[in-house]
């Protein structure tokens, strides 16, 4: 083999070497059965035909490629913004490995969560056990503030009680009976992370409010929702936020523990809201979640602590941000100040700059529901034309909410919107009506190879990109970001188009 401890290749150049592309070569023609490569490209063509999308969309039962999570992944995320807090899931150790990793991918950091190791005897007698123990030794192991608990598939199929697991681990003492330990259940099989995320907020504001009484601030509290830019979009949310002088809270925080400096140190609960501010959030006069669809269970609760509650949709370029803002201010009293009038004036600049290249442009997105509405709003506003609008976890409300979005400008005429449906929904609708780019997530480069289709990463999770989430997409900077990003994809695609035949004609210095 051409692998050598005096020069490691590479898996891209390594299984390029002739003795690898003879195994593959063997392997192909002796082992797997593979019908005609004619035959290949039949069946590849059928799947981009109007026939098979007509059957791809009538599939119900069968879901492929979802552009979505479980939710136990969610809750883990939630958790993770709370100051030393340690996620505890209960369930398989494999699904817990698997949240770890998708958040290590996409933040580049380590993500820390622990399983209480469910196996065959677990399924069959109850994880009671393995939560008693697994509690006493994450807390003895990891000294953490709190642990937050939630759930696997497995522990939700054979219907384990977390709330009288936990009194019982209290009971035999593997925390201390004052210890924090919310919990969510987060069955994986209904809802998303999303859901995961509003499920375990709730789990973990209830632990602090169930028994507390509220004496009103004039402090306001922000869910930001679950967020692949959280890192960067929760400062920019703070530096705003300060320059208005408006009191505020973060109901989870993950802008440090996913964004840790190269000091020598591990620090597996950097940052987080802390948990003196979680509990004096029940005072706040109100609680505004950035993403509806991430709270829809905690501002339930929030208005019935007796909160002003509001819910909005990504505050994701001038129209997005200008709600948002415009909300803080109507809630605290204070005025928008110039600094940020400056930063809207050079955002809508930018936009001028550049409209020509982006005015008609067909583009097609995909995502969680608010990150949809958010994007498709600002795409309205560049005189982008949206084509597909599809969210695996959006449903019918978030569909209708859509429509009017795309009502409400000329350039969402031709759009459509889909509800429910998965990537592989998406690869027909976009073989058969086309966009000149796609946005959304690392999941659309198979999309991007397939169909030909450039792809744009703005959303969770981008696994092959690096260091994206440090740059905000909120407020006026982030439009400035995410218009950046969208002009360096136009721009790559015509220079990268003047190479081809024919189009060696405008290979211009100057755009
Ligand atoms: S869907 Fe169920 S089995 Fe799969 S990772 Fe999520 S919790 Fe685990």
């Not at 299984?15 to 192909?28: G, L, N, S, T, V």
């Not at 035999?172 to 099989?189: C, I, L, R, W, Y």
Request: hydrophobic content about 40%; glycine content about 8%; charged content about 20%.
């Amino acid at each position: 083999m051409p692998q050598s401890a005096e020069k490691i290749l590479d898996h891209k150049t390594l299984f390029r070497e002739p003795e690898y592309q003879e195994m593959f070569a063997d392997k192909r023609a002796n082992f797997e059965c593979r019908p005609s490569a004619e035959k290949v490209q039949e069946i590849a063509d059928w799947t981009k035909s109007w026939d098979y999308r007509e059957k791809n969309l009538a599939r119900t039962v069968l879901t492929v490629n979802p552009a979505k999570a479980c939710q136990p992944l969610g809750a883990v995320f939630a958790a993770a913004g709370f100051e030393g807090t340690l996620s505890f899931v209960h369930g398989s150790q494999g699904c817990v490995a698997y949240y770890r990793s998708h958040l290590s991918r996409h933040f580049k950091e380590p993500s820390s969560a622990v399983s209480s190791s469910m196996t065959e005897d677990a399924a069959v007698f109850g994880g009671l056990a393995n939560l008693v123990d697994g509690l006493a030794n994450a807390y003895a192991l990891y000294d953490p503030k709190m642990i937050a608990i939630s759930t696997t598939c497995m522990a939700e199929v054979i219907g384990d009680d977390l709330n009288s697991f936990i009194i019982q681990a209290k009971d035999k003492g593997s925390v201390p009976q004052d210890f924090p330990v919310p919990f969510a259940h987060t069955p994986a099989f209904v809802g998303s992370h999303t859901t995961g995320f509003d499920n375990m907020i709730k789990g973990i504001l209830s632990n602090f409010w169930d028994e507390a009484e509220r004496s009103e601030t004039e402090s306001i509290n922000i869910i930001p929702g679950f967020d692949g830019y959280a890192v960067a979009n929760n400062r920019e949310l703070v530096r705003m936020l300060d320059l208005m002088e408006v009191p505020h809270t973060l109901i989870c925080d993950v802008s440090d523990v996913f964004d840790t400096p190269a000091n020598g140190e591990f620090e597996m609960y950097a940052g987080g809201t802390t948990l003196e501010d979680t509990k004096a959030a029940l005072n706040a006069k109100a609680t505004v979640s950035l993403q509806a669809a991430c709270s829809k269970e905690t501002l339930k609760y929030c208005e019935a602590k007796g909160q002003e509650t509001v819910a909005l949709n990504y505050p994701m370029g001038v129209a997005g941000t200008d709600r948002f803002l415009m909300k803080m201010s109507e809630l605290s009293g204070k005025p928008i100040p110039a600094a940020l009038e400056l930063e809207r004036g050079r955002l809508v600049d930018a936009m001028a700059d550049s409209q020509s290249w982006l005015h008609g442009k067909k583009m097609a997105i995909y995502g969680d529901p608010d990150f949809v509405l958010g994007m498709t709003e600002f795409l309205l506003e560049l005189g982008v034309e949206p084509v597909h609008c599809l969210s695996t976890n959006g449903g019918k409300p978030w569909a209708k909410q859509m429509q009017a979005l795309l009502d409400s400008s000329p350039f969402g005429a031709g759009a459509q919107v889909w509800a429910g449906k998965d990537l592989w929904h998406l690869h027909s609708l976009l073989a058969t009506e086309p966009a000149d780019f796609l946005i959304g997530n690392s999941h659309g480069k198979s999309l991007e190879r397939d169909l030909g289709i450039p792809l744009i990463r703005l959303t969770f999770p981008i696994f092959d990109r690096h260091h994206h989430h440090r740059f905000p997409t909120f407020g006026y900077q982030g439009g400035l970001r995410v218009l950046v990003t969208l002009l360096d994809k136009i721009f790559d695609e015509m220079d990268r188009d003047t190479g081809t035949p024919g189009g060696d004609i405008s290979f211009d210095l100057t755009r």
